[in-house]
């Protein structure tokens, strides 16, 4: 066979060893913290039929999906005329069934209307799966990705919320990443819209807040004349696009404007007891309420988080909220539920940049033993044995290469320490141990070496 | 929107809870054992380009590929005369560059060649993720599924042969399956078909050897003599035929067969240097040369290994050998490697038949707080923090609906603890922790919730 030079295709990765450690330490973290907070694990298949996905990711996403061929005679289905027309758009249905998940949310919605009878409610699951989207690959966007959710459904108390505040306030204290939790809350947004009578404009309403800062008042209230929002409405909207200050202090602001929206007095109180509860149980995390938070604004109902790195810049890191009717597509109405998300890449880049990752070497193998003569391997393999039923990583050398080349293999490898045990070693049932970054050695006993401080 | 049932792929399946952290006992078992010996782990993309994956796995594999259609206007290049003559066969390529992976072999080998300047050899890589195969789903076959591969490329040592030997030890130790490790050589099978003059017959010599005990010699000489194979042949071939007792009893037996071809011998000496170091070191497995085993013979250049569960009745769960030439159809010749797959999902049915995985309600939370009142809750949400502080998974009912709800809740969910912190243990500062197996309910001081031996 002809030599191929290989490569992967464009927008995914390898995860080499030295990356693959880092990540990992980044996928226990998280599904660590979400054990602790009771959520259990569920994994859905990579394939999802495409009439699940189709339709709920928006026109632009269904173009997203990576769609599979079916097997066999895909061809012998599709009607002539389609054919003929070369209709790309139409044969694809016909000749795809199935799609790889484009996201984690629908699965699990789809994974709880098909098994809602085994389902004890409310439901808490994590799930960390990767995956794709047919997007254009760019820096820092790939075609193959992890997504790390975790999502409680059948509930509507906002004790929910307060626990996914605490799931971002451990993990990220875990990682030992600074950051700000902002939150948002859609029936606030909508209470707004409804104080300056335009319900119809939340999304533009919410697009100004966010400009605020960078064009100015003058600027954000010409785009909302011109979005048809009339002065009347501009002068309602001032004070709480100045809004500023402690969130207890905006949200004095904002509930007298909003004293004639229900709905967006319900979010101020939605608000305010979930800040009572992060105050009471003494959450040590910086939030903030953010009113130009809008993320998924056709999707949440409620709470809308979003996790932002205070020492790097970077998008947003972790995001969520709650949503009222995920299920309701599938035909299960009225399923409340919130989850929140974290960005693993995002997080990977903002601990390589902070420089936050515990060292690699000291997460893989700590000694190799070098492998000097058929005696020395034989003392070396028991050595090694009880190493490992202590759980602790090690190798021997695999020939009796020239010492140097052992040396060179450690060193490439950034393995800490060197164990050796030559002739005298094995006369005087010992081992010596060579600290590869200072290249201090010690002899110590050889069944004391299971007791060895390999930090 | 219409409510749609949702449905998975046919050979797809979603893992719930209960499964999951079943699921995870085994990876996690599995992959703490390949790190213990310095392997690393390695993750590649599931999509590869199909140059990479076509003609790897024979003309019955390339059908199995799961391919990606194309994004965009796909069928824009495709020729006028194989659209018309619907040839689905040669329109798939033009359609389609990628496909999902179908093992985990040949993308690690195509990343030993991609990043060969990189890699430290002999490189030590583990990898666990799914794998596709569009094979016709039936009982304990999937399209979709794990498999666990750990190898080590960039060596001829036979310590590697060892150490595989070691985690197989270990892993099925640790999960507390009893096995059988068959073993056997590429080499000794090419050194009897030379010794009967038929080194063109090996294939079908290893599958005569196969049957005998099913058949009897009667049948299978006569099997052997119509695939071409002469009396002579055969009557050399009887004593291999016949082979028992202990493995050093077979291979002195076979030392005087083998004598006329110098790659037996070899086979022979390294199958003697493998048991050697296997009794020096003093595993603990039982190994057994068996020379009807031939997984992957065209594939295997030296050692073979297959295991077998002793308690319970399904195919071999793990197996691999040394292959010479991983690399090449990469254009990398003279990479010599070995490597074995432990096989997941058996293994998980093997260890549900036998009933050895752990209390899975041991594996997640271990209390529910059940909820009175505001200040019940209060203080509940003040333990919970304490408890989660110190790694123990716990939880508290979001609602304070009747009581029995909340216990139902508990009892359906496993939770084998629940808290109680009513109006007395507010003012006397204690917490009631019931056991929901027993009944039992204790009395303890708040802030020794976290002391507490949830078993």
Redesign the interface.
């Known amino acids: 066979?002809a030599?191929?030079?290989?490569?992967?295709?464009s927008g995914?990765?390898?995860?080499?060893?030295v990356q693959?450690?880092k990540?990992?330490y980044i996928f226990d973290t998280i599904r660590?913290e979400f054990?602790?907070?009771?959520y259990?694990?569920?994994?859905?298949?990579?394939?999802?039929?495409l009439?699940?996905l189709l339709?709920k990711y928006g026109e632009e996403g269904d173009?997203l999906l990576?769609?599979?061929?079916n097997?066999?005679?895909?061809?012998?289905k599709?009607p002539e005329d389609k054919?003929?027309e070369?209709?790309?758009m139409s044969?694809?249905p016909i000749?795809?069934?199935?799609g790889?998940r484009y996201d984690l949310t629908v699965p699990f919605a789809?994974?709880v209307?098909?098994?809602r009878n085994?389902i004890?409610f409310?439901f808490?699951?994590y799930q960390i799966q990767?995956v794709?989207r047919?997007d254009r690959p760019q820096k820092g966007r790939y075609?193959?990705f992890y997504q790390c959710d975790v999502d409680v459904v059948g509930?509507k108390?906002l004790?929910?919320e307060?626990e996914l505040i605490?799931i971002v306030e451990?993990v990220f204290k875990k990682l030992g990443i600074n950051v700000t939790l902002k939150i948002n809350n859609r029936k606030i947004l909508y209470g707004i819209s409804e104080a300056i009578g335009h319900t119809d404009k939340m999304t533009d309403i919410t697009v100004a807040i966010d400009k605020l800062e960078k064009i100015g008042f003058d600027k954000v209230a010409e785009e909302l004349l011109s979005k048809g929002i009339d002065a009347d409405g501009i002068r309602t909207l001032k004070p709480i696009l100045e809004l500023s200050g402690d969130n207890r202090v905006k949200i004095g602001i904002l509930s007298e404007i909003l004293s004639v929206s229900k709905t967006g007095m319900d979010g101020i109180k939605e608000v305010l007891s979930i800040l009572d509860?992060v105050d009471?149980?003494?959450v040590d995390l910086d939030i903030e309420l953010d009113l130009s938070l809008a993320r998924g604004l056709n999707y949440y109902t409620g709470a809308i988080f979003e996790v932002k790195a205070k020492d790097f810049a970077i998008g947003s890191i972790c995001g969520g909220g709650r949503y009222d009717d995920l299920t309701g597509?599938?035909?299960m109405p009225d399923t409340s539920g919130v989850g929140i998300s974290f960005g693993a890449d995002r997080i990977y880049d903002v601990m390589e940049g902070l420089e936050l990752f515990p060292d690699v070497s000291k997460l893989?193998?700590k000694i190799?033993f070098l492998n000097f003569d058929p005696a020395s391997?034989?003392e070396s393999?028991?050595a090694l044995?009880s190493l490992?039923n202590k759980?602790?990583?090690?190798?021997?050398y695999?020939?009796q290469a020239k010492i140097k080349k052992q040396m060179d293999?450690a060193n490439?490898?950034n393995i800490p320490y060197v164990g050796m045990i030559g002739e005298d070693e094995i006369k005087a049932g010992m081992i010596t141990v060579k600290n590869m970054e200072n290249g201090m050695q010690t002899c110590i006993p050889a069944e004391e070496i299971v007791n060895y401080n390999f930090e």
């Open positions: 066979m030599a191929q030079k290989p490569s992967i295709p995914t990765r390898d995860f080499g060893p693959m450690i990540r990992n660590g054990r602790k907070f009771g259990l694990p569920l994994e859905t298949p990579s394939m999802e039929k009439s699940t339709g173009k990576f769609r599979i061929l097997s066999g005679d895909f061809l012998a599709v054919l003929a070369r209709d790309s044969v694809s000749i795809c069934e199935k790889l789809r994974y209307v098909q098994h085994e004890v409310p808490k699951r990767p794709w047919a075609r193959e509930s108390s004790l929910y307060v605490q451990s509860y009471s149980i003494g597509i599938f035909g893989s193998t190799l391997e034989r393999l028991k044995r490992r759980g602790i990583p090690s190798e021997i695999p020939d293999y490439k490898r």
